[in-house]
C-alpha cells in the first residue's frame, strides 16, 4: 500500500503472515544484502564517490531495515507461536550475517577510498563519513586478518547468546496462586480478572500488569516477599550462567580491540564519552539523593511499625511499592486504585493526541479497521499529518497483554525516515507496544497515573522518530548516541503532571462531568516528590550494578555484583535471587542503563524552557519539534540541546525538581 504526497512516501510495511512467509523473506533478505555488499564492495576504487560508497551503504541498510524491522517486531507481537520461532531463526540468521557484512574487506576499502579523495564535505555527509571510519576502527578492521576472523567469531557468539537470554525472559511463565485472604486490600474487579486453578486459587503472573497492584496493595507481606522472589528469579537457572558468559565475550572483544573493559569501548560512541564520567554523574547523583531518600526510608518504615505494630519491624525490598503507595494514600490521600477510575485508557490516548498537536502541529488520523493488516484484532493505525497537510507516517498501537507477546512497554521502528534518490522524502513507520489491562465486561480499561506516564514516555519515542527530517537511514529519529535516546521520551512525561493539562482528559469512567480537581493533582505531585530520592537511588543501584559488571576483568559473577550493589545502594535484596538474570537491558543497554538518568536530566532542562513561556506555549513546542525531534543523529546531540536551549545545558533544573519541598 501506498500513499504518494507532494515530496514524501508513504508506506506501509508488507507483514507476512505465516511462518513459511516469514522464513521466506529472511530468505530473500539475506540474498540480497549478500548481493548488494559484493556490487559495492566489488566497484573500482580510483572510480568510487559519495553515491556509490556512503550512499550506497547508507541505501543497504535502509533497505535491510526495511525487512528485517517488521521480521523482528513480529517475533515479539505476533500470536501464533510458529510465527514468533521462524522470525526467531531469521534474526538469528541475519545478526550472524551482518556480523559478516560489518567486516567485508570490500565495504570497508570502497569507505576509506571515498575518505581519501573526499573534500569539502559537510553536513551530514561529513558526519557521516566520520562515523562509518570510528566504525571500522572499532572492528579492528585495521588489525591482521587472524585477528579480524576471531573478532568476528567473538561477536557472532555473543549474538546468539543474547538472542537467546532475550528469548528465556519472554518465554518464562512462572507464576504464584494465592487464596482470596492473601488478595486482601486489592480491588473486587482485578481479583475478578485473574485466573483461577481448580482449588478456587487465583493465578498471579508474572507480567507487570498483574505483579505491580500485587506489590502495591496487597497486605499479606508474605505474598509480595513470595511474589518478588519469583520476579527476580526470571529465567535465572539458564540466564544466570548466560549472562556471565556474556560478560566474558565482552571484555574479551574490547581487549582484542584494544580497550580497558566493555565500559570503555561502549561509552566511546555516547554523550558521556567515558566510565569516568558516567561513574562522576552517578556518585553525583547518589551523593545529592542520599539525604532525602534516607528520610523518604525512615517514613515508610516508621509506617510500617504504625501499621505491624511491630517497632523492631523494618522496610525490605518487598515492602518498597507497599508502603510507598500506602504513604502516599494516607498523607495525600492519593489511592492510585481511586485515581485511575479517571484514566480510561481510550480517553487518555485521545487526550494525549490533543495535546501534541497543540505543542507540536500534528494530528493523528485513525485508519478504519480492515484497510490495513492486523496482527491481532486489537491492533489499531494512525497516520501522523502536519497542520500544513503533509504526511508524516504511520504508528501502530498494540495496547493490551498476551501470551508470547513482549511484555514490557517499547517502540518499534519498522521503516526508517530518508532521502530517496529522486528526491523524495521517504516517511517513517513505527509501532507502539504496551501491556495495559483489557477491558472488562463492565469498565473500560483503566490505568494508573504511572501508566499514563508510561503511554506518554513511550510516545515520546515514537514522535522522535517519525518526526525525523534526517536525510541518512543512520540517523533516522531515534539513531543517536544512546545516552540522549530517552531525552525526547521522557521529556514528555512532564506535561502528566500539569493540572491544565491533566484536567483536559482525566474524567471520571462513568461521571464524565467529574474531573481530576486540581487539589488532586497538587497531591499528586507532593506525592511524587514524596518518594523520588528512592526512585533515583534505584536508578543509581541499577547503572552502577550495569558499570560494575562490565569493568575491565574476567571471570565475573553477574549476580553476585548486581545484587550486592543493589543490596548497598538501594535496599537488600533476597540471597536466593537473582534479579540481572531476567534483566532484559542487558542485551542492548549494557554499560548504558545510567543513560535513563542521563537523559531525565537533560529532559528537565528541556522542560524549564516551557516554564519560561507557558505549558502549551506553541513556538517553545515547535522549537522543540524542530530542534530536538526533526534531528535525529543527523549533527552532534550537544548541538541540538544548545540549539532549542538557546544556552549550556545545566542540572540545575532536575535538582531543583528533585530535591524541591515535597
Same mark, same amino acid.
Given at each position: 500500500?501506498?500513499?504518494?504526497?507532494?515530496?514524501?512516501?508513504?508506506?506501509?510495511?508488507?507483514?507476512?503472515?505465516?511462518?513459511?512467509?516469514?522464513?521466506?523473506?529472511?530468505?530473500?533478505?539475506?540474498?540480497?544484502?549478500?548481493?548488494?555488499?559484493?556490487?559495492?564492495?566489488?566497484?573500482?576504487?580510483?572510480?568510487?564517490?559519495?553515491?556509490?560508497?556512503?550512499?550506497?551503504?547508507?541505501?543497504?541498510?535502509?533497505?535491510?531495515?526495511?525487512?528485517?524491522?517488521?521480521?523482528?517486531?513480529?517475533?515479539?507481537?505476533?500470536?501464533?507461536?510458529?510465527?514468533?520461532?521462524?522470525?526467531?531463526?531469521?534474526?538469528?540468521?541475519?545478526?550472524?550475517?551482518?556480523?559478516?557484512?560489518?567486516?567485508?574487506?570490500?565495504?570497508?576499502?570502497?569507505?576509506?577510498?571515498?575518505?581519501?579523495?573526499?573534500?569539502?564535505?559537510?553536513?551530514?555527509?561529513?558526519?557521516? +563519513?566520520?562515523?562509518?571510519?570510528?566504525?571500522?576502527?572499532?572492528?579492528?578492521?585495521?588489525?591482521?586478518?587472524?585477528?579480524?576472523?576471531?573478532?568476528?567469531?567473538?561477536?557472532?557468539?555473543?549474538?546468539?547468546?543474547?538472542?537467546?537470554?532475550?528469548?528465556?525472559?519472554?518465554?518464562?511463565?512462572?507464576?504464584?496462586?494465592?487464596?482470596?485472604?492473601?488478595?486482601?486490600?486489592?480491588?473486587?474487579?482485578?481479583?475478578?480478572?485473574?485466573?483461577?486453578?481448580?482449588?478456587?486459587?487465583?493465578?498471579?503472573?508474572?507480567?507487570?500488569?498483574?505483579?505491580?497492584?500485587?506489590?502495591?496493595?496487597?497486605?499479606?507481606?508474605?505474598?509480595?516477599?513470595?511474589?518478588?522472589?519469583?520476579?527476580?528469579?526470571?529465567?535465572?537457572?539458564?540466564?544466570?550462567?548466560?549472562?556471565?558468559?556474556? +560478560?566474558?565475550?565482552?571484555?574479551?572483544?574490547?581487549?582484542?580491540?584494544?580497550?580497558?573493559?566493555?565500559?570503555?569501548?561502549?561509552?566511546?560512541?555516547?554523550?558521556?564519552?567515558?566510565?569516568?564520567?558516567?561513574?562522576?554523574?552517578?556518585?553525583?547523583?547518589?551523593?545529592?539523593?542520599?539525604?532525602?531518600?534516607?528520610?523518604?526510608?525512615?517514613?515508610?518504615?516508621?509506617?510500617?511499625?504504625?501499621?505491624?505494630?511491630?517497632?523492631?519491624?523494618?522496610?525490605?525490598?518487598?515492602?518498597?511499592?507497599?508502603?510507598?503507595?500506602?504513604?502516599?494514600?494516607?498523607?495525600?490521600?492519593?489511592?492510585?486504585?481511586?485515581?485511575?477510575?479517571?484514566?480510561?485508557?481510550?480517553?487518555?490516548?485521545?487526550?494525549?493526541?490533543?495535546?501534541?498537536?497543540?505543542?507540536?502541529?500534528?494530528?493523528?488520523?485513525?485508519?478504519?479497521?480492515?484497510?490495513?493488516?492486523?496482527?491481532?484484532?486489537?491492533?489499531?493505525?494512525?497516520?501522523?499529518?502536519?497542520? $500544513?497537510?503533509?504526511?508524516?507516517?504511520?504508528?501502530?498501537?498494540? +495496547?493490551?497483554?498476551?501470551?508470547?507477546?513482549?511484555?514490557?512497554?517499547?517502540?518499534?521502528? +519498522?521503516?526508517?525516515?530518508?532521502?530517496?534518490?529522486?528526491?523524495?522524502?521517504?516517511?517513517?513507520? $513505527?509501532?507502539?507496544?504496551?501491556?495495559?489491562?483489557?477491558?472488562?465486561?463492565?469498565?473500560?480499561?483503566?490505568?494508573?497515573?504511572?501508566?499514563?506516564?508510561?503511554?506518554?514516555?513511550?510516545?515520546?519515542?515514537?514522535?522522535?522518530?517519525?518526526?525525523?527530517?534526517?536525510?541518512?537511514?543512520?540517523?533516522?529519529?531515534?539513531?543517536?548516541?544512546?545516552?540522549?535516546?530517552?531525552?525526547?521520551?521522557?521529556?514528555?512525561?512532564?506535561?502528566?503532571?500539569?493540572?491544565?493539562?491533566?484536567?483536559?482528559?482525566?474524567?471520571?469512567?462513568?461521571?464524565?462531568?467529574?474531573?481530576?480537581?486540581?487539589?488532586?493533582?497538587?497531591?499528586?505531585?507532593?506525592?511524587?516528590? $514524596?518518594?523520588?530520592?528512592?526512585?533515583?537511588?534505584?536508578?543509581?543501584?541499577?547503572?552502577?550494578?550495569?558499570?560494575?559488571?562490565?569493568?575491565?576483568?574476567?571471570?565475573?559473577?553477574?549476580?553476585?555484583?548486581?545484587?550486592?550493589?543493589?543490596?548497598?545502594?538501594?535496599?537488600?535484596?533476597?540471597?536466593?535471587?537473582?534479579?540481572?538474570?531476567?534483566?532484559?537491558?542487558?542485551?542492548?543497554?549494557?554499560?548504558?542503563?545510567?543513560?535513563?538518568?542521563?537523559?531525565?536530566?537533560?529532559?528537565?532542562?528541556?522542560?524549564?524552557?516551557?516554564?519560561?513561556?507557558?505549558?502549551?506555549?506553541?513556538?517553545?513546542?515547535?522549537?522543540?519539534?524542530?530542534?530536538?525531534?526533526?534531528?535525529?543523529?543527523?549533527?552532534?546531540?550537544?548541538?541540538?540541546?544548545?540549539?532549542?536551549?538557546?544556552?549550556?545545558?545545566?542540572?540545575?533544573?532536575?535538582?531543583?525538581?528533585?530535591?524541591?519541598?515535597?
Amino acid at each position: 500500500m501506498k500513499i504518494q504526497e507532494p515530496a514524501n512516501v508513504l508506506s506501509l510495511p508488507p507483514f507476512e503472515t505465516t511462518a513459511e512467509e516469514i522464513r521466506k523473506s529472511g530468505e530473500k533478505l539475506l540474498a540480497m544484502s549478500q548481493e548488494l555488499t559484493k556490487r559495492i564492495g566489488s566497484q573500482n576504487l580510483a572510480d568510487v564517490t559519495l553515491e556509490s560508497s556512503l550512499r550506497a551503504i547508507d541505501d543497504l541498510d535502509f533497505d535491510e531495515g526495511q525487512i528485517f524491522g517488521r521480521i523482528y517486531f513480529l517475533q515479539n507481537v505476533h500470536p501464533d507461536p510458529d510465527v514468533r520461532e521462524a522470525a526467531r531463526e531469521v534474526q538469528v540468521a541475519f545478526q550472524a550475517w551482518c556480523i559478516e557484512r560489518a567486516y567485508d574487506e570490500g565495504l570497508f576499502k570502497v569507505t576509506e577510498a571515498f575518505a581519501k579523495k573526499a573534500t569539502g564535505l559537510g553536513g551530514e555527509e561529513k558526519k557521516l +563519513l566520520e562515523e562509518r571510519l570510528k566504525d571500522y576502527r572499532r572492528l579492528g578492521m585495521h588489525l591482521p586478518e587472524i585477528e579480524r576472523m576471531e573478532l568476528k567469531r567473538l561477536q557472532k557468539k555473543l549474538s546468539e547468546i543474547e538472542t537467546h537470554f532475550s528469548k528465556n525472559i519472554q518465554e518464562y511463565n512462572d507464576c504464584l496462586y494465592a487464596t482470596l485472604d492473601q488478595l486482601e486490600g486489592l480491588e473486587p474487579s482485578f481479583i475478578e480478572s485473574l485466573e483461577r486453578d481448580l482449588e478456587g486459587r487465583y493465578r498471579i503472573s508474572l507480567e507487570y500488569p498483574e505483579f505491580l497492584p500485587v506489590m502495591e496493595h496487597a497486605h499479606d507481606e508474605n505474598l509480595r516477599r513470595e511474589l518478588f522472589i519469583k520476579k527476580n528469579n526470571t529465567a535465572a537457572q539458564e540466564n544466570s550462567k548466560l549472562l556471565n558468559e556474556m +560478560l566474558q565475550l565482552r571484555q574479551e572483544i574490547a581487549e582484542r580491540l584494544g580497550y580497558q573493559s566493555w565500559n570503555h569501548y561502549v561509552l566511546e560512541k555516547r554523550m558521556a564519552q567515558t566510565p569516568e564520567k558516567v561513574q562522576a554523574f552517578l556518585d553525583h547523583l547518589e551523593s545529592r539523593l542520599r539525604a532525602q531518600a534516607d528520610s523518604e526510608l525512615k517514613k515508610l518504615q516508621d509506617l510500617k511499625i504504625e501499621t505491624t505494630k511491630d517497632l523492631q519491624a523494618e522496610i525490605h525490598i518487598w515492602d518498597y511499592y507497599f508502603y510507598s503507595s500506602l504513604y502516599k494514600k494516607q498523607n495525600f490521600d492519593v489511592n492510585s486504585q481511586t485515581i485511575k477510575e479517571y484514566f480510561p485508557l481510550n480517553q487518555v490516548i485521545d487526550g494525549m493526541f490533543e495535546l501534541i498537536r497543540k505543542l507540536f502541529g500534528i494530528k493523528m488520523e485513525e485508519q478504519k479497521a480492515g484497510s490495513f493488516y492486523r496482527w491481532h484484532e486489537e491492533v489499531r493505525l494512525f497516520k501522523v499529518v502536519d497542520e $500544513s497537510g503533509e504526511g508524516l507516517g504511520y504508528f501502530y498501537l498494540d +495496547l493490551h497483554p498476551r501470551e508470547g507477546k513482549y511484555n514490557h512497554a517499547a517502540a518499534f521502528g +519498522l521503516i526508517d525516515g530518508k532521502q530517496l534518490h529522486d528526491g523524495r522524502y521517504q516517511r517513517p513507520v $513505527s509501532a507502539m507496544v504496551c501491556n495495559f489491562p483489557r477491558p472488562s465486561k463492565d469498565r473500560p480499561s483503566l490505568i494508573p497515573h504511572a501508566e499514563v506516564e508510561t503511554l506518554f514516555h513511550e510516545f515520546g519515542h515514537i514522535l522522535h522518530g517519525l518526526l525525523t527530517r534526517a536525510k541518512y537511514a543512520a540517523f533516522s529519529g531515534t539513531s543517536v548516541a544512546w545516552d540522549f535516546v530517552e531525552a525526547p521520551s521522557q521529556v514528555l512525561e512532564n506535561w502528566i503532571w500539569d493540572a491544565e493539562v491533566l484536567q483536559s482528559f482525566a474524567r471520571h469512567y462513568e461521571r464524565n462531568s467529574d474531573t481530576l480537581s486540581k487539589a488532586l493533582i497538587d497531591k499528586m505531585n507532593q506525592a511524587r516528590k $514524596s518518594g523520588s530520592a528512592l526512585f533515583y537511588l534505584r536508578q543509581v543501584a541499577l547503572a552502577k550494578s550495569d558499570i560494575e559488571m562490565h569493568r575491565e576483568g574476567r571471570d565475573k559473577d553477574s549476580i553476585a555484583i548486581s545484587n550486592k550493589i543493589i543490596s548497598s545502594v538501594f535496599l537488600p535484596l533476597p540471597q536466593q535471587t537473582a534479579f540481572a538474570a531476567g534483566w532484559g537491558h542487558m542485551t542492548n543497554y549494557a554499560s548504558g542503563y545510567y543513560g535513563y538518568a542521563w537523559a531525565d536530566v537533560m529532559a528537565a532542562d528541556l522542560f524549564s524552557e516551557f516554564k519560561k513561556t507557558g505549558i502549551l506555549d506553541h513556538a517553545t513546542g515547535r522549537r522543540l519539534r524542530q530542534e530536538i525531534y526533526e534531528p535525529g543523529g543527523s549533527r552532534d546531540e550537544n548541538e541540538s540541546l544548545k540549539a532549542f536551549l538557546r544556552r549550556e545545558p545545566s542540572d540545575e533544573a532536575f535538582f531543583n525538581e528533585l530535591l524541591g519541598s515535597a
